[in-house]
């Protein structure tokens, strides 16, 4: 069945902590498990439920994410039935922003999109907390609750988000569980070992609660953030719940955060929960080969994508496509991303190379779990272990 | 721009040599290489050689191969000017249209031809392994002024008798056709190219048609018509990989061929890459008790057992000490543990249970069938 | 998500009654109203009710239809999770399949079904005009738990004698069906719409099909056997225009009707809208000397003359000093100068020269057919 | 045939002139002749020999370029085979910009999609010289001249492009009339009746040639553009031609010649010139019905879109897609774009309507050829003539 659903992503996302990685690139548009973008997670769930167009916000120009993206027949988001995707790039949140003539956009192409896709609800992600939600279960809560809107969240340890992280956790009324009272940042809980329903991001949302929202945002420049409307519908009279997610989930906020959830894929569980149980996961499709393992190769507990060459020693890595891996070389712990070249004699451990790096005959990198050394695009690591780094 | 030539891909036959893989599904769409079905390869030359009509001929268990082809959109083939079109049978006024053979196949296809109104129409093989630039063979053809240029290679005198042969004189004009002769006089085997002025060729099929006389079949009728007639026939010898995979033993040679990293199809060269309609599936994943050496492995695949010199398609699952050694194994398969597979094709979607052993031979390759169960509660003998 | 319901649109039909106008093309697509073939109407209910993957059944000149179906991408039906697959005649181990009635084609078919192991089959035929939410159909075929609901809907009694029909029970239980019955006992007339539990009618086709009694018809094969079993038949009611556009009179009589801006088929209603796979052309060029009203023009048009009352299909050309007055234009039609048309058809690419007058009556259309030439020095008499 | 052929747009186009139909899309998004938007026609003449690949490089955040374009698939560029379109926005030109960063990947950019997509030549191309090229023919006059660099160049009169234009002019040799010699501003022709040659900023070039170019440019700083380019081939020892274009051919530098652009289309030879006698056009499919004409309209002279519907009168008019004109309506001499609603007793006679625009009953606007009155998209027109602006 179609939905009748207007999803916004919202990926105007921190990526501070995520540099070098996102020096060029949204976070969006990180690569992700050998063959995947994170936003490939959100619109894999939307492309479940049917939803026929989608509207992007985007901080930078958007590069590598409408190359990504292009039409988004992938996902069934076809231009000529339904609408398609509608990309807006150069975004910035709305409390950075001065200058009225942007802010008119912002919320005019909010509200042109919505109002214009004969959708009954809204619904809005982003690309930083790694999941996969089944939307239909979601709208079947939401609608059996008779909701103005439902707040998606997973109950986490304190610990599995940064110390100064910038997110937010609900708190339940204590008469109906299910009912959103308020919110609170997470660094209000101090203790590690602490429970909090973490605020995923993601809500969805009657159109008329939506374009109410929208009218009272304008008017006080606030962002169209998920954050911001449960604050709003608090102060207004709509039922707002809270929808629990227990699969996998990883908040990507940093380096660490970001190598941790590509080693979890290496887990069978959480590769599982991530890729079979749930929605499949779509990406674009690329024309290729098989990877191809050579005579004296060795592979202990890896992912690869296709159009590899693997000539040498793999343990406990992700390796995206076309990379060639010589005889004797030998990679630990790391991720290597596409179109990298690894030469004979070469040891990383605990890496993290970006797309094209070179790595010279005998280069020896080692990091650490809980900082791994980042190599940026383009990079050429000598012998010596030096780097030059890509423009 | 105008359409110059259309390439015909003749698809429609069962390969009944290759058994039981393909009692379901044609043998264009027979598995191959791990990423690839057979027609890949001629619709792959097709986009490379800028033949962008392509006509798909297709009847028998078209199912499958029709779904792959598609609207030859993974292949570039669905452009403003030139698309891919899968031919099938089909009635009409008078009467109902099967293709009794490859010949026939285009008699009944004239309409789709005269549509696109091409000078030249290429026939074509769906069921070979090679990569070949179309254009140059155009070109020959263009050169020479022929009325018809057949693609030839040379085979090794021994193997002759077991082609159709083409006698040329020195300036390469064929004068003789030898369908599997006792005593070839050449050594320069019919690959199945040919290419045609269309309106020369049109004319010979609708002419011969009213005198009740078929011309069923390109080797048997419409090279000896040509001949008969003294027609400009020219031979384009072709230098390559060429491989027919009609039997088994080929099909498995083929395989273990195309799992050389040497090798001269070279799958991997950008300049001429071999396109598929592949599926949207998962990174491969190699556990701590996978070992694999000398094989080819595609995304989709989960493997914790031993994989020696073989190559295993997309979403195969291989259990715990397992072991595949100079084998292929098709998409979807479903390898339990403690199995052990040698010289053998696992169909697609095949399930083979636990402790289950499969050993075949250089002559005789074991077979398991699509969505064949082998081993467990269900066929314990 | 799993396929909950396969829909087969039947298409195999030639629409005999149509004359010239089916005679190299199949009924469903014949052009209608300016930008569409008849199939849209099919093809866009499905898109519009959610049902993703459809099968079209072909068989009779399928070339331009398979063309216009494509992949589905013009309705939205190439997703991941649905698509459209074109069926058409194949043969295989068990022999030649071509399709020899209704029931039988999806009989042929059994395997297509299959693969996407629905819960329910909608069958449809390619060749009615209307709009139609199935979703609806669907639910009431769940709310009465019927193996089988027949779209039905109420026609004057006066015709009910030239229709299949359905006599129910006060719960809308069909319990009786009679095909163009001389005193029909209900005036709600079969649509030719079924919705079946997939199971049990495959059990029907096939078991029927061992005994050698072939279920060849829906109408006349399944619904009396359904009937015999006491199967749980159910009417579903349809209000709203509905079409079956099989002579030339009514297929010109639907295009007079789908002229009114205030017909109830809204063909600007952009919460149902009609798909079609549109050519890329340029504006509608009206000239000084045009002069258009109450007519539909469509994109690739150049007019210079008069049209009146009239719908003209996308890329015509219309001289100076004609006029077209309650006529249906095909596309890519000619038509010269000091032409005069009335109450006529006149077909896809036909020429019509210089001064030619083709007039027809309400009882007596005139057609040309595609690609035709009247008038002129080719046809001077 | 394939084309081994790398294309960039180079789609930085000066748009002052042009406000306000410029506020919010570049000039290559400029709709035109009812279904068109200029971009469409470098996009088929490329489709008509098979470009596999194209680079944009767009000023600004591109969104209404994003929209029509898409995954290029309408003029045959696919993603999974040959590359795709490859998109860069918020390109500044060099002169205006000292930020070394950006600089980088300017150039970068160029390189590496020139470098990467296995072509033999380049061919550049802008939007606002409107025009139908067969490059099927400029191919092969590239090749029998064995020439490293041909720019496509009309003859024209002086007093066709604007008093103050600035482009340019070629200047040929006297010994090989198709040999370029140097290139001046077409400003220093002052005589209207004066022909010149203009330069149409098309040309095609050796990727040799043009890896030079961009070698040098990058060191000093220098735009990717044909003038920039004629001026090297000078200075060094590369051959470079001129090769005649004679169909119909209009720079669209300012109002006044986008309205005529498009007046110009109601003459059958301009109409036939552009659309029919070379290379089709295409642009992205919509899904539509036929514009119906009702009983009293009265049309003169005009061209529509599909999906509209024509109650009134309509003289010498461009009409785009979606439009209601009601009954006694009058339109001469104008523009309506798409999605417009003109009420009944209108009367609009050199005006040019943007995008939704809502013109109420009784409502009279009247320009002048030389100056049609330009009304911003969004817009509502009042009885009195009042226009109050879209947001």
């Known amino acids: ?391 | 721009m105008k359409t110059e030539t259309v390439a015909m891909i003749l698809a429609g036959g069962q390969g009944s040599r290759l058994g039981k893989l393909t009692k379901h599904i044609a043998k264009p769409a027979v598995p191959f290489g791990g990423n690839y079905r057979i027609i890949d390869f001629a619709l792959s030359n097709c986009a490379n050689s800028g033949m962008n009509d392509v006509g798909v001929v297709t009847q028998y268990q078209p199912l499958i191969l029709n779904n792959h082809v598609g609207n030859g959109s993974s292949w570039g083939l669905n452009r403003h000017n030139g698309e891919a079109t899968i031919l099938q049978p089909y009635s009409s006024m008078e009467g109902e249209k099967f293709f009794k053979g490859t010949a026939h196949a285009v008699f009944q296809n004239i309409d789709f031809i005269d549509k696109k109104n091409p000078k030249y129409v290429m026939i074509l093989s769906g069921d070979h392994i090679y990569k070949m630039d179309y254009q140059k063979m155009l070109d020959y053809h263009k050169e020479q002024e022929a009325t018809l240029t057949v693609g030839v290679m040379p085979v090794p005198w021994e193997d002759a008798s077991r082609f159709g042969v083409m006698n040329t004189d020195k300036t390469d004009r064929i004068i003789e056709f030898q369908e599997k002769p006792e005593n070839p006089k050449s050594n320069l085997a019919s690959m199945g190219i040919y290419i045609f002025n269309w309106d020369r060729l049109k004319k010979y099929l609708v002419d011969n048609q009213a005198k009740d006389r078929q011309l069923t079949d390109f080797g048997h009728h419409v090279i000896p018509a040509y001949l008969r007639n003294n027609e400009a026939i020219f031979a384009y010898s072709f230098e390559g990989y060429w491989k027919d995979v009609g039997t088994i033993e080929s099909l498995w040679s083929a395989n273990m061929e195309f799992l050389d990293p040497e090798h001269e199809l070279d799958i991997r060269d950008r300049n001429w890459r071999v396109y598929s309609n592949n599926p949207n599936t998962t990174p491969q994943f190699l556990t701590e008790s996978a070992k694999v050496t000398d094989s080819m492995i595609t995304d989709g695949c989960y493997i914790s057992g031993e994989v020696v010199h073989s190559i295993i398609s997309h979403n195969v699952k291989i259990g715990k000490n397992s072991s595949i050694k100079d084998s292929f194994v098709m998409p979807n398969a479903v390898i339990g543990e403690n199995v052990k597979i040698e010289k053998a094709i696992i169909g697609e979607g095949a399930q083979i249970h636990d402790g289950t052993e499969i050993i075949g031979s250089d002559d005789n390759i074991e077979v398991v069938g699509y969505d064949e169960e082998v081993g467990g509660y269900t066929d314990e003998n």
Request: charged fraction near 25%.
């Open chain 1, 1 to 391: 069945m179609r939905t009748k659903i207007a999803p916004i992503l919202n990926l105007v996302e921190e990526n501070e902590n995520l540099k070098p990685l996102t020096n060029r690139r949204p976070v969006a548009s990180l690569p992700f498990a050998c063959r995947y973008r994170l936003v490939d997670f959100p619109f894999s769930s939307l492309s479940s439920i049917e939803a026929p167009s989608a509207a992007l916000f985007i901080s930078g120009s958007g590069h590598s994410l409408y190359d990504h993206i292009r039409s988004g027949a992938t996902w069934g988001l076809e231009s000529s039935v339904g609408g398609g995707v509608f990309t807006h790039s150069h975004i910035n949140l709305k409390a950075e922003l001065e200058d009225p003539q942007y802010q008119g956009n912002y919320y005019d192409d909010h509200y042109h999109y919505v109002s214009r896709s004969h959708a009954e609800y809204v619904m809005i992600m982003g690309s930083n907390m790694l999941s996969n939600i089944r939307l239909d279960s979601l709208l079947r809560f939401h609608e059996k609750k008779d909701s103005d809107a439902t707040v998606i969240y997973k109950k986490i340890k304190r610990s599995e988000v940064r110390e100064d992280s910038i997110h937010s956790a609900l708190i339940m009324s204590e008469k109906d569980n299910d009912k959103i009272e308020g919110i609170r940042p997470v660094t209000d809980t101090t203790d590690p070992n602490d429970s909090l329903l973490l605020n995923m991001e993601m809500m969805i949302l009657s159109k008329d609660a939506f374009l109410n929202y929208l009218f009272k945002a304008k008017k006080e420049n606030l962002d169209v953030s998920v954050k911001h409307i449960i604050t709003y519908c608090h102060g207004s009279e709509h039922n707002i719940y809270g929808y629990e997610y227990t699969g996998y989930l990883k908040v990507i906020e940093d380096i660490g955060s970001y190598y941790q959830a590509n080693m979890d894929m290496l887990n069978e569980d959480n590769f599982n929960s991530l890729f079979y149980r749930s929605n499949p996961v779509l990406t674009k499709l690329k024309n290729s080969a098989p990877t191809y393992y050579g005579k004296h190769a060795e592979i202990n507990n890896a992912q690869f994508a296709n159009d590899c060459e693997v000539y040498g020693k793999v343990e406990n890595s992700l390796v995206f496509r076309k990379v060639t891996i010589a005889e004797d070389a030998h990679i630990e712990d790391s991720i290597i991303m596409q179109d990298s070249c690894i030469e004979e004699d070469v040891h990383l451990k605990y890496v993290i190379l970006d797309k094209h790096v070179y790595v010279k005959r005998g280069a020896k990198l080692e990091g650490t779990p809980d900082e791994p050394i980042v190599v940026a695009k383009d990079s050429v690591i000598y012998e010596d272990g030096t780097i030059e780094e890509g423009e």
